[in-house]
């Protein structure tokens, strides 16, 4: 019948992921990713890892998803790293679960010791 067809529209999101602790190779991935607008920055990952574009792990903690591997990186507690999560001009709020993208969103995902 008529007025039954959906339309999910789709955001553009830009994806970074840097070891700013690897001064030889710090580039570990960088991909713009097509995605439902209202997803998180987890479902932009689930979404690249389905389409095996890159890996990660995360452990789970109180305030969600805590993101500690990518594409065979570790950024550990023990090792005084982290992987921070980033705009291009402020640091994230909120961790991957409850991070909101946007159209023409950078996230930038950064390896940093603490
Ligand atoms: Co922090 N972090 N953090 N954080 N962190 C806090 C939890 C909080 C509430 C601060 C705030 O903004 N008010 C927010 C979460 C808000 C939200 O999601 N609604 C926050 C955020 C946003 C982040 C980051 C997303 C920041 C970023 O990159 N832009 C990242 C996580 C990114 C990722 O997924 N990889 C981040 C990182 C960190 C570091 C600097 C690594 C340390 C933790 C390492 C360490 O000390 N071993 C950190 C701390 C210390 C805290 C803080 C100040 C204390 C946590 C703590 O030690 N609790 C809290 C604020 C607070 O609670 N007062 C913010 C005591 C222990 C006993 O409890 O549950 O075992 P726990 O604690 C662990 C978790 O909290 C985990 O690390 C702790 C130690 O293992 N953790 C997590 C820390 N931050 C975060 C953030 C998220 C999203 C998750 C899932 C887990």
């Not at 500690?68 to 090792?79: E, S």
């Amino acid at each position: 019948p008529a007025g039954d067809i959906q339309i999910t529209e789709n955001v553009l999101v830009n994806l970074k992921v840097e070891d700013t602790l690897n001064h030889i190779n710090p580039e570990v991935f960088k991909d713009t990713v097509n995605i439902p607008k209202g997803s998180s920055l987890l479902n932009v990952l689930n979404a690249l890892k389905e389409n095996e574009k890159l890996t990660f792990e995360t452990e789970n903690s109180l305030w969600g998803p805590y993101l500690t591997v990518v594409n065979k990186v570790k950024a550990l507690a023990k090792d005084k790293t982290y992987w921070q999560l980033r705009t291009l001009d402020t640091v994230l709020l909120e961790g991957i679960a409850d991070y909101k993208v946007y159209h023409d969103d950078t996230i930038i995902i950064r390896k940093v010791r603490w």
